[in-house]
């Protein structure tokens, strides 16, 4: 038997490889960064091609690093940023535009007014609000906005896709002979899928003037979708998961009711809700948490918050009072409190559950004491109170309290803020052994589907705790605390661009 397993994670600001042994252990690392382009205010994009340069770098780069030999791997898997889409041509592999991602709000226009028109059926049929975030006005505005787009769509010219599918397609060979596919968690984000029948649907299609020919073959996201053909080895890929699908799965939630919430450049609170969706009435997305061939769909219930990470890389990068990221976990312990600073960072909108892409951030309470400790301190706990906003809302939509929070991705190496964390919500918060829960759902998906690992219970028997922070505070000043988040909040909420 092969002795490892690969997982692509291709992220919002970075590329990852990462080699996970039988236990789900990594041994092996790489990571790029990749650009940020910025055309307008609200308007982000990404250079496609750039990705998959790096994707191919950070592949070989780990095995350069490790000295593990690729053919003692059984394949790999791939977990990406979701929702950024992806228009190109066919025949030459070329994008015809960059990669219009996540956090884009240049299509809010159309959104709302799609929304006043036909909201309510939209969301029952995808689970999801009419909102930039998601695909389809994205890809909407690259066909009527490219020139000569929609006509050589129409014409069978070009393809589309999210990340996943981009990354599949170029590297089973692009234009010779690549696999066009996509999984149903990232499906599901498009606002082109309907959640029971788990294919494109020609409403949505016809809404947002989609052609199906441009679209993937929606798969489970546990298949081997075929073999590497443009690195200097072969590699079996067999799985996707969009990346907080992957997280819920690198964490075992593979039960009703298991949650877990990931701290990356956005912070995503995901529950696995059974073989049903649960329609949301209090701002959240339903969702695919995944789809197991031979089992059916397993569903979720997701809050999504736009700005974490994010927020500290805008401390370092536009205003310049840390010089690295980790930093920010110092410069925050420099003061005992936030000083009544509230920092409330809707640089693209609020996202669940106010779902709200016209508030702006805000920072308040600002007085002459106010330092840059305090406004590190906000900036992390802001992360904090917006991971409340959702799980509240959560528990009420399920029903029952999630009695522990696991959570994941980059921040959760930071002490200071996991305590936070709990503080606020007055639960316990839990970090497993292995924190690249993301890199592990991918590596987990497409293990199954290779014979690497024998079922899910396995794969549950081999998470376990590396730390638990306990709530420390009292009931009384947790709550002092989030009233002063909300009334931040309203500020946020009230702000008209002159």
């Known amino acids: ?31 790029i960064e990749h650009r940020q382009i910025f055309p307008q205010p609200g308007w982000v994009e990404h250079d496609a091609d750039e990705i998959i340069e790096k994707s191919l770098k950070v592949m070989v780069g780990a095995f350069s690093k490790t000295g593990i030999d690729p053919a003692e791997v059984a394949g790999l898997g791939i977990t990406n940023q979701r929702e950024t889409v992806i228009l190109w041509d066919r025949t030459t592999g070329r994008p015809v535009h960059n990669a219009l991602v996540w956090q884009d709000t240049r299509t809010d226009g159309f959104c709302r007014q799609l929304d006043h028109d036909h909201g309510p059926a939209i969301r029952a049929k995808t689970g999801l609000p009419v909102a930039t975030y998601f695909s389809a006005s994205k890809l909407k505005w690259l066909l009527d906005n490219v020139a000569g787009a929609r006509k050589r769509a129409e014409a069978g010219e070009l393809l589309a896709g999210t990340i996943d599918s981009w990354l599949i397609w170029k590297l089973t060979g692009g234009p010779k002979g690549g696999v066009h596919v996509t999984d149903a968690t990232n499906a599901s984000r498009t606002l082109l899928m309907d959640l029971k029948t788990l294919d494109w649907d020609d ?21 081997v979708y075929g073999t590497t053909a443009i ?21 075992a939630g593979f039960s009703r009711g298991d949650a877990k919430n990931t701290y990356g450049t956005g912070c995503f609170l995901l529950m696995n809700t059974g073989n ?17 061939p031979g089992e059916g769909a397993t569903y979720g219930l997701e809050g999504s ?51 709200r892409p016209d508030a702006r951030g805000v920072i308040a309470g600002l007085t002459r004491y106010a330092n840059k400790g305090h406004l590190a301190r906000a900036a992390l706990e802001a992360v904090a109170y917006q991971t409340r906003d959702v799980l ?104 008209v661009t002159p």
């Open 392 to 495: 509240e809302a959560m528990e009420r939509d399920a029903g029952v309290p999630i009695p522990a929070l696991k959570v994941d991705g980059g921040m959760t190496a930071n002490e200071l803020f996991l305590q936070f964390q709990a503080d606020l919500l007055g639960s316990p918060v839990l970090r497993p052994v292995v924190a690249e829960t993301t890199a592990l759902g991918a590596a987990y998906a497409a293990g199954l589907a290779l014979g690497f690992w024998k079922d899910k219970k396995q794969l549950h028997a081999q998470w376990a705790v590396d730390r638990k922070w306990q709530p420390k505070v009292a009931a009384a000043v947790r709550e002092k605390w989030y009233s002063g988040w909300k009334k931040a909040v309203s500020k946020s909420l009230d702000w």
């Open 276 to 292: 049903k969706p649960i329609v949301s009435a209090n701002g959240l997305i339903t969702t695919v948490a995944s789809l197991l």
């Open 305 to 355: 918050v736009a700005m974490a990470g994010a927020t500290v890389q805008w401390l370092r990068d536009n205003l310049g009072i840390i010089s690295s990221s980790s930093e920010v976990e110092t410069l925050a312990a420099s003061v005992e409190d936030n000083g009544g600073v509230y920092f409330v960072p809707a640089f693209s909108g609020l996202f669940a559950p106010y779902w």
């Open 231 to 251: 690195l200097p080895y072969n590699l079996p890929i067999a799985g996707a998961l969009g990346d907080q699908q992957a997280a819920l799965f690198g964490q």
């Open 1 to 31: 038997m092969k002795k490892y397993i690969g997982a692509l994670d291709q992220g919002t600001t970075s590329t990852r490889f990462l080699i996970f042994d039988h236990q789900g252990r990594p041994v092996g690392f790489d990571q």
């Open 203 to 223: 409403w949505l299609l016809g809404l947002f003037e989609v052609p199906r020919s441009i679209l993937p073959v929606i798969r489970p996201s546990s298949e």
